[in-house]
């Protein structure tokens, strides 16, 4: 019997947005900061969705025009989709420009430090540099690894992260694994093209195989996460870790289309 094809499905869908935080509204001052950001590069940062933060500013020090902010940030390819930490008087005119309103899930980011520059950008780290070719060589080239010919799977350097990931943060390890050594509490956010590892509890949002890699998984020395993802295919739990499993070390895989959740502890001796 065919199986059955649905009109639509509803799966996690990991968007990873760069956060700009302005602590001005010169649109001058903020071009002059991008250009020497960018340095000239017209592809810096490749098209990527960009959330505007101006929890800095206050509802009557600023006059913010929209409309140019948004054209200036399209202009060095960055896609605004959402304001983040907009006063109440801001709010019509933001939506007038089709922008989403960020609850702040993403991490609230607040002025703070001494004159401060007038953008800053946060975003995944930067890959590190590819490896010089080898020289050519007689010998006919290896067969590609397996690892290397899936599609999503990580190339890169893990992402190490050694301090808590605290609420309201969001940690992306675009195109590799990404390994936390710290705590990471309720309300964070790690998501990972490759696979995700955490050697202390975790208690927040985990969201491996990002961009597509059903091989992914998920590790940890304490489970007791809010919600899991492999590859887009994920499982809440809204009524709790399984208390077998929970506060214990384990693993999460995608078996078919099913969330496995496997233990890691030793077997326990008579």
Partial sequence: MPKTTLPIEIKISTVVAISTILHSADLEAIDSALASMTGGVSDF??????????SAF??????????????????????????????????????AQGLALDDGSGGVHAGGHATPPPLVV??????????????????????????????????????????????????????????????????AELIADGSIHVYAPLNGRALAGASGNADARIFALSMQPELVSIAGVYRTFDEGFPTDLARQPTQIRLVG?????QSLAAPSRA
């Fill in 58 to 95: 206050t509802s009557s020090a600023w006059t913010i025009d929209w409309a140019a902010i948004v054209a200036l940030l399209k202009k060095y390819r960055l896609n605004a989709v959402a304001v983040r930490g907009a006063s109440p008087l801001m709010i019509d005119a933001i939506r």
């Fill in 45 to 54: 940062f490749e098209d990527e969705f960009a959330v505007i933060d101006v």
């Fill in 122 to 187: 946060h975003a995944a780290a930067a890959p590190a540099p590819e490896p010089a070719p080898a020289p050519a060589a007689p010998a006919p080239a290896p067969e590609p690894t397996p690892a290397a010919s899936q599609p999503g799977a990580p190339a890169l350097a893990p992402l190490v992260i050694d301090t808590p990931v605290r609420a309201g943060q969001r940690i992306y390890a675009r195109g590799t694994d990404l390994i936390v050594t710290a705590v990471v509490n309720n309300g």
């Fill in 257 to 261: 289309d099913r969330i496995d959740i």
